[in-house]
Nanobody, 119 residues
């Protein structure tokens, strides 16, 4: 089992910045990919950013150049630095960790952090 604890959400004006953090505990040795999903009202959940244990990142096209994902394997923590935030970034952001089990990654989820971008 993997447990994920998120922090860093809140209310910010357009153009502002937030940093999300997610700390993992439990079967951390099995974790490969970590990342962030988000779900806005009336929309499907989408992958925002992901990063492998080796540090290879992947981003949703709409956040490229604005968001940066990073991880500290020693602290079992993944971060999402969000700059130049836009109203369309408003969503609940969910941390995830992919735990390797054979050929597959089993997902574990944080409880979600609300990010609201509004004047």
């Amino acid at each position: 089992q993997v447990q994920l604890v998120e922090s860093g959400g809140g209310l910010v004006q357009p153009g502002g910045s937030l940093r999300l953090s997610c700390a993992a505990s439990g079967r951390i040795f099995s974790i490969n990919t970590m990342g962030w999903y988000r779900q806005a009202p009336g929309k499907q959940r989408e992958l925002v950013a992901a990063i492998t244990r080796g540090g290879r990142p992947n981003y949703l096209d709409s956040v490229k150049g604005r968001f940066t994902i990073s991880r500290d394997n020693a602290k079992n923590t993944v971060y999402l630095q969000m700059n130049n935030l836009k109203p369309e970034d408003t969503a609940v952001y969910y941390c995830y960790a992919g735990a390797v089990n054979g050929l597959f990654e089993s997902p574990y989820w944080g409880q979600g952090t609300q990010v609201t971008v509004s004047s």
